[in-house]
């Protein structure tokens, strides 16, 4: 199906490990972005993407990098997790033009 | 500050009343107005958009929102809620002065009684 990939869906890192969070589209999306949610927050932008190779902060990117190498693909780095970025992280992705965005279904990190 | 309001953290309906929640936003011009619902555990679905034009606008599941311009305000409704709406949703904005980005509201936890 047609749509937008997170991987993984669940992970339990240690303070201070690193990891990516991997999203891909098959929808030739120019546009794609980085959410986290937050109990009571709503989801907040850390990271955004309007093309392939060009990237952006959102309200929230401290502590996040991300690489648009791809069209296809928007990765979320953590260089050293931090308990602070237990959170549940969602990719979307959107066409030019078209108001409509797609969501994934979401990654469950936890940082211990 | 800019920004998307919606002052219900927690509302509780019984099954078969009618449900409205709220959502106002504070932007220079009018942005683009999304819902979206979560089911637990769950992504984000569309239940319905606003751009322009009739300002009340028809979505899935039985839901409809309408766009007050002097309000700055883009509720939601359902005049029969059933058990399987509850549901977190959340009100959304693209503004107009950073077209890129979609703009969250804190989100409305709904609780369904039998």
């Known amino acids: 199906n047609a749509g937008v990939t997170q991987t993984p869906k669940f992970r339990v890192l240690k303070t201070g490990q690193s990891m990516t969070l991997l999203c891909a589209q098959d929808m030739n999306h120019e546009y794609m972005y980085w959410y986290r949610q937050d109990p009571g927050m709503g989801l907040r932008l850390i990271h955004y993407s309007v093309g392939e190779g060009t990237t952006a902060k959102g309200e929230v990117p401290d502590g996040y990098n991300v690489s648009r190498l791809k069209k296809q693909n928007f990765l979320l780095g953590l260089e050293s997790a931090a308990p602070s970025q237990t959170s549940v992280y969602f990719c979307?992705?959107?066409?030019?033009?078209?108001?409509?965005?797609?969501f994934g279904s979401g990654t469950r990190l936890t940082v211990v | 500050a800019q920004s998307v309001t919606q002052p219900d953290i927690h509302i509780t309906v019984s099954e078969g009343a009618s449900l409205e929640l709220r959502c106002n936003y504070s932007?220079?011009?009018?942005?683009?107005l999304f819902w979206y619902v979560q089911s637990p555990g769950q992504g984000l679905q569309l239940l319905l958009k606003y751009f322009s034009g009739d300002t009340l606008v028809q979505g899935i599941k039985g839901f409809e929102a309408e766009f007050k311009r002097s309000q700055s305000s883009f509720n939601l409704r359902k005049p029969s809620v059933h058990w399987s709406d509850a549901a977190e949703y959340f009100c959304?904005?693209?503004?107009?002065?950073?077209?890129?980005?979609?703009?969250f509201g804190a989100g409305t936890i709904l609780r369904v009684k039998s």
């Open positions: 932007y220079g011009a009018t942005p683009y």
């Open positions: 959304a904005v693209v503004p107009m002065e950073y077209g890129n980005k979609l703009v």
């Open positions: 979307a992705s959107r066409r030019t033009g078209d108001d409509g965005y797609t």
